[in-house]
């Protein structure tokens, strides 16, 4: 049998129209004006929990340390290693302690020589301009230091010794370290022997012959 080949004859399909493009006014969009404060509502509502961060409480006393120190100690099983943290604690407005703590971790160190600085802080009784009523002196195993009131000069110290009278608050006092002993500790705790002789409950009557001697001098 002959075969027949049909010829089709494909027409190509129109082109189809691309859809317009859709234009916005502002007039149909309302936009909402953002909330005050950083983050938008993410500062109000975080992802979780729905409420905000609560506020940091500051603490009581500030709280700066002299030193820390590795310290082991040899056993029948081996070495033990801990730290040692001295440390300054202190409100700037009269009350200011030392205290020293020693744990195996760094942060349980310095906890407990926050905690052991708490519990001998001690009230100072200073001048309306928050400096001491005269010179002082005192002797902590080899540290040796001298406080002397300098109106109108600041704070001229080093070493520990700044560190105990700003966290105190005392204003306009020069300090000394005689001995040349470099110990931080010793010569944190020669300071505060030497400010115990303005202690609250030891010396009561400090601040009223303070007044005295300032109303003096306003007459002369």
């Not at 075969?3 to 129209?17: L, Q, R």
């Not at 149909?28 to 509502?45: E, I």
Request: with cysteine; net charge positive.
């Amino acid at each position: 049998m002959d075969t027949e080949t049909t010829k089709t004859n494909i027409t190509p399909a129109a082109p189809v129209a691309a859809a317009p493009a859709k234009t916005f006014s502002s007039k149909n969009v309302s936009f909402s004006k953002p909330k005050q404060g950083f983050g938008g509502d993410r500062a109000k509502n975080p992802r979780r929990g729905g409420h905000g961060r609560p506020e940091r409480i500051k603490p009581e006393f500030d709280q700066k340390i002299l030193n820390i120190r590795r310290v082991t100690r040899v056993t029948k099983g081996g070495k033990r290693l801990n730290f040692s943290v001295h440390m300054v604690v202190g409100n700037k407005k009269g009350s200011v302690g030392v205290g020293t703590g020693k744990a195996n971790d760094t942060s349980l160190a310095i906890d407990k020589a926050y905690r052991n600085a708490k519990k001998n802080i001690m009230q100072l009784n200073l001048t309306k301009t928050m400096s001491i009523p005269h010179d002082v002196s005192a002797k902590y195993c080899s540290g040796r230091v001298i406080l002397i009131p300098a109106k109108g000069r600041g704070v001229s110290a080093g070493s520990a010794l700044k560190s105990v009278i700003e966290l105190a608050g005392i204003k306009d006092v020069t300090a000394k370290i005689i001995s040349p002993s470099k110990n931080k500790l010793n010569m944190a705790r020669a300071a505060i022997i030497a400010l115990s002789a303005f202690d609250k409950k030891k010396n009561p009557t400090v601040v009223v012959e303070a007044k005295k001697e300032t109303k003096e001098e306003v007459k002369k």
